[in-house]
């Protein structure tokens, strides 16, 4: 349920109306649903080094296991992490 500023309740066909505004404006050619947004969202401040415990508080998670699902480790992090770990080990 998400509401207005005022506290009246958003009708989820208005809500899905003004995504897909969202979406034809930003010119997104794929069919994308706003529950994609929360796991694109999740993964670039994973990406940005953002604690997962405080993606968790901003995706309001009550578990830390259904943050791990929302978020998707790309191979970004993955190569600044090996060549961080090369620089440890070999120009200490």
């Not at 990406?47 to 791990?68: F, M």
Request: proline share 2%; charged share 25%.
């Amino acid at each position: 349920m998400w509401c207005t500023p005022q506290g009246n309740l958003i009708d989820a066909g208005d809500d899905w109306d003004e995504w897909k505004e969202i979406l034809r404006l930003a010119e997104v050619d794929k069919d994308a649903r706003v529950h994609d947004a929360r796991h694109t969202a999740a993964t670039l401040l994973l990406e940005q080094g953002v604690d997962i415990r405080v993606i968790q508080a901003i995706l309001g998670h009550s578990q830390l296991a259904a943050t791990k699902r929302y978020t998707h480790v790309t191979e970004t992090p993955v190569i600044e992490a090996t060549a961080r770990m090369g620089r440890a080990l070999f120009d200490g």
